[in-house]
T-cell receptor
Framework: DAKTTQPPSMDCAEGRAANLPCNHS???????VYWYRQIHSQGPQYIIH???NNETNEMASLIITEDRKSSTLILPHATLRDTAVYYC???????FGAGTILRVKS | NAGVTQTPKFQVLKTGQSMTLQCAQD?????MSWYRQDPGMGLRLIHY???????DQGEVPNGYNVSRSTTEDFPLRLLSAAPSQTSVYFC???????????????FGSGTRLTVV
């Protein structure tokens, strides 16, 4: 599984897009990039995943660079309820790092 | 459809006691796994299973045993509880398509364990 690097924290204004970066330079060709979030002390919640192409669902968009060494999770209109720890995971065994604390502020 | 159910939600053990944390899913998922999360930390993989009768170790397996006799259940056993095992334990499940596990994982709500 690939090692991932994320900033420890980010702030975002309510209603604006939140762009969360992730580096996964050691990812191999058949490993997916997954994003999860954890709100307070709840169980992690799946957001989105992708292999090579950009992906979009009802929660977020995932932009993966052509060389697959990094990706960006985009929450298009962040709300206060999006305040959470966001985890980027490279690989199929789901090994979590420290994640990014996203604080959405009014 | 209950998803992933973990019991108990809270537990206090004395050092040296043993216990089993229960995890059950009703989604017919092949893949199940156990994580622990210490305060302020990310999740660490303890054990996982890709199907009934198959288990493997994760990052931090010492002090824990698992078995997978059915698709639905994946219990985690603490053999002799230690204060270092005080943590929140999460169970997760997913469909499994071999090396390309391309489905999102569903997590339970966690078991908060304190060992005194």
């Amino acid at each position: 599984d690939a090692k991932t690097t994320q900033p420890p924290s980010m702030d975002c204004a309510e209603g604006r897009a939140a762009n969360l970066p992730c580096n996964h330079s050691t990812i191999s060709g058949n490993e997916y990039v997954y994003w999860y979030r954890q709100i307070h002390s709840q169980g992690p919640q799946y957001i989105i995943h992708g292999l090579k192409n950009n992906e979009t669902n009802e929660m977020a968009s995932l932009i993966i660079t052509e060389d697959r060494k990094s990706s960006t999770l985009i929450l298009p209109h962040a709300t206060l309820r999006d305040t959470a720890v966001y985890y980027c995971i490279g690989g199929n065994k789901l090994v979590f790092g420290a994640g990014t604390i996203l604080r959405v502020k009014s | 459809n209950a998803g992933v159910t973990q019991t108990p939600k809270f537990q206090v053990l004395k050092t040296g006691q043993s216990m089993t944390l229960q995890c059950a899913q009703d989604m017919n998922h092949e893949y199940m796994s156990w994580y622990r999360q210490d305060p302020g930390m990310g999740l660490r993989l303890i054990h996982y299973s890709v199907g009934a009768g198959i288990t493997d170790q994760g990052e931090v397996p010492n002090g824990y045993n698992v078995s997978r006799s059915t698709t639905e259940d994946f219990p985690l056993r603490l053999l002799s509880a230690a204060p270092s095992q005080t943590s929140v334990y999460f169970c997760a499940s997913s469909y499994f398509t071999g090396i390309r596990a391309n489905y999102g994982y569903t997590f339970g709500s966690g078991t908060r364990l304190t060992v005194v």
